[in-house]
């Protein structure tokens, strides 16, 4: 679980444990028994931890947070072992330092990085608080204001940005072998006092101004990460770094982690992270097919058909994803024009954000390619069709998508509940047809429901499913019926505040509720966010509306 080595008076202790390394309770132990080694042994002079395979370290083993935390080591006894140890010991990072990874960096005396390497300390999208250490050494090495975005909010962050702040003591290049780099840097360092290299033992630099700090955080959290316990039990954590000592720090951090692990949040959003991971390992049930025997079709060309609410968000996420080339296809000049704009807006937005370079943003602006008819759709390799929910009109544009496209195209609809069957039926070819289901606004919402009609073929589900995960989206493939998974759920959620209206309560009233318990948006605010069009369509498609009654009639009556 750690491998131990020396190499010219440098022990390295490379931490063994596919694919991402955690630190189970194994892997601690292996770190400590190589420490021991590496302490007694007098050719030793300094030491190196690093990672083998992919990654430095990704954290605590998340599936051994129930059970095997008593097992000593725990991780917040074994970084102060490593940073009392007598012999300097270097962090050499590529890869992910995550959570207890880093954890295990800040209690080493040196960190050197390789500049494609990624920090951060995301425990709070666990639920919980970076539980060794963290809350108490960061604030010691980057300050009170800068470990609270970190802590707080959990967002990774480049080796280069780390070293800016005092992280990262040396970045090597992205092609640099880290261990032949970080050993060399550690015979370097042999020798040198280590009174400064002891990250707990140095002061909070702005501890002075940590009220006002706080204040300030406690609003962005508010508003950010409304209703999240983890975010705020953060704060206060940090806040003990800049009042406390070290070791009283420590205690509070304990009951921080203590409240937090094993509360409904904390279990939601760790189930959460799991089943993020388990949908991308889908199958065809009863066949034996599935993400591991199937290839993709390969994908350079999109198209895009309307630019409506759905489609801009779609092509934007075609484009954040590097796909150099989207066509998009919108009949009506205004919404074409519209459509245009908004997602040249974004782009621009993107990059005044510096979530995208310049250079970047324009090779985005590029790759947009309107057309006006389906002969230039002809070399597409998939086409994604957002218009109207209407059946006539989608089954008029698959036909015609039909005769055009190369054989190998695969055909996807937007649909949100129409028969994607039948949608295929009216092509030559309704192997190639298959639904992806995007959510408002495309561009933001990570979820992707891929549909498999009864005829879509293995490669082209694997198609649908592979660009879902270029686009960064958590891409499920679920079942062909009417509104799929995501709007079925959803239908009972809208029928239940639909009956509050009735009852007299007002939209505004039901969405101040909703968000107050945590929804980023009300159902009455997600209604005109996706068009309320939307939703009658599909309702009047299945007589829902029922016309023996009245219109207005309530919903419970219909
Ligand atoms: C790092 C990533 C960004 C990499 O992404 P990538 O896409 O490359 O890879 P995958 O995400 O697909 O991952 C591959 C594979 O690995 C699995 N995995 C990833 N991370 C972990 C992990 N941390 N643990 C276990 N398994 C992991 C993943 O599931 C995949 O598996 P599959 O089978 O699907 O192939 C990305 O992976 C990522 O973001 N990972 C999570 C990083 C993270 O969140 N790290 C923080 C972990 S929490 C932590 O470190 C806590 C520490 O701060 C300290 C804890 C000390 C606590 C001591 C306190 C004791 C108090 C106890 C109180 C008890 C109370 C009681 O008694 O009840
Ligand atoms: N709005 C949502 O929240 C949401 C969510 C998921 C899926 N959907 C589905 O996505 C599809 C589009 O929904 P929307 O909300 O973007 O609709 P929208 O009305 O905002 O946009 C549809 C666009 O398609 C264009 N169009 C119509 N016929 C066309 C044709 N033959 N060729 C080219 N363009 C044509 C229209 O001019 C319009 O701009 C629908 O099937 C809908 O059910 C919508």
């Avoid at 400590?32 to 931890?49: F, P, T």
């Avoid at 280590?194 to 508003?223: C, F, T």
């Avoid at 009863?286 to 390969?298: A, F, L, R, V, Y």
Wanted: glycine share 8%; with cysteine.
């Amino acid at each position: 679980m750690a491998n131990y080595s020396v190499r010219n008076q440098v022990a390295i202790i490379s931490l063994c444990s596919p694919p991402v390394n955690a630190l189970s309770s194994d892997v601690r132990r292996g770190i400590l028994d190589s420490l021991k080694k590496a302490e007694q042994d007098v050719k030793v002079a300094a030491i190196v931890i690093c990672g083998e395979g992919r990654t430095f370290c990704v954290g605590a083993d998340i599936t051994e947070f129930k059970s095997e935390f008593k097992t000593f080591p725990n991780l917040f006894e074994l970084v102060d072992i490593l940073e009392s140890s007598p012999k300097p010991i270097v962090a050499a990072i590529h890869g992910h330092a995550f959570g207890g990874g880093l954890e295990v960096a800040l209690a080493c005396h040196y960190r050197v990085a390789l500049s494609s390497a990624k920090l951060a300390l995301p425990e709070v999208k666990l639920g919980i608080l970076p539980g060794a250490g963290g809350t108490q050494r960061l604030p010691r090495l980057i300050g009170i204001d800068s470990s609270m975005q970190w802590i707080a909010f959990g967002d990774e962050y480049s080796a280069q940005i780390a070293a800016n702040i005092g992280i990262i003591d040396r970045i090597f290049p992205s092609n640099a072998d880290i261990l032949e780099s970080a050993v060399q840097y550690a015979q370097s360092i042999i020798g040198k006092s280590l009174i400064n290299r002891r990250v707990s033992k140095l002061p909070v630099k702005d501890a002075s101004k940590v009220s006002h700090i706080m204040e300030k955080y406690k609003q962005i959290v508010g508003k950010k990460s409304r209703g999240a316990i983890a975010p705020m039990v953060c704060l206060e954590a940090i806040k003990h770094a800049a009042l406390l000592p070290y070791v009283e720090g420590m205690k509070k951090e304990r009951m921080g982690i203590e409240a937090l692990m094993g509360s409904d949040q904390s279990k939601s959003l760790i189930y959460m992270f799991f089943a993020e991971r388990q949908v991308r390992n889908w199958t065809i049930p009863g066949t034996g097919i599935n993400s591991k025997n199937t290839k993709p079709i390969k994908v350079e060309k999109v198209a895009v058909i309307g630019l409506g609410t759905m489609g801009r968000g779609i092509v934007l996420s075609l484009l954040k994803a590097g796909i150099k080339h989207v066509s998009v296809m919108e009949l009506n000049k205004t919404a074409r024009e519209n459509g245009l704009l908004f997602i040249k807006n974004i782009l621009e937005g993107y990059a005044a954000r510096g979530t995208i370079s310049e250079t970047q943003k324009r090779s985005m602006v590029d790759a947009l390619k309107p057309v006006s008819n389906f002969e230039m759709l002809k070399d597409t390799d998939l086409v994604i069709e957002a218009v109207f929910e209407s059946m006539s009109i989608k089954k008029d544009i698959f036909a015609k998508l039909g005769q055009v496209c190369k054989p190998s195209a695969v055909l996807a609809t937007n649909t949100s509940a129409l028969d994607v069957d039948e949608i295929a039926m009216v092509t030559p070819k309704p192997k190639q047809v298959v639904g992806m289901h995007f959510f408002a606004p495309a561009h933001v919402m990570k979820l992707l429901e891929n549909v498999r009609g009864s005829k879509s073929s293995p490669q082209v589900i694997a198609t649908a499913m592979n660009m879902g995960q270029r686009m960064g989206k958590v891409t499920v493939l679920v079942g062909n019926c009417h509104g799929f998974v995501g709007n079925r759920m959803f239908r009972h959620y809208t029928v239940e505040t639909d009956f509050m209206l009735e009852e007299g309560a007002y939209p505004e009233q039901v969405d101040t509720v909703l968000k107050k318990f945590g929804f980023a948006m009300g159902r009455y605010q997600v209604g005109d966010l996706s068009g309320n069009d939307i939703g009658y369509r599909m309702r009047t498609k299945f007589e829902m509306t029922n016309k023996q009654q009245p219109p207005g009639a309530p919903e419970r009556e219909r």
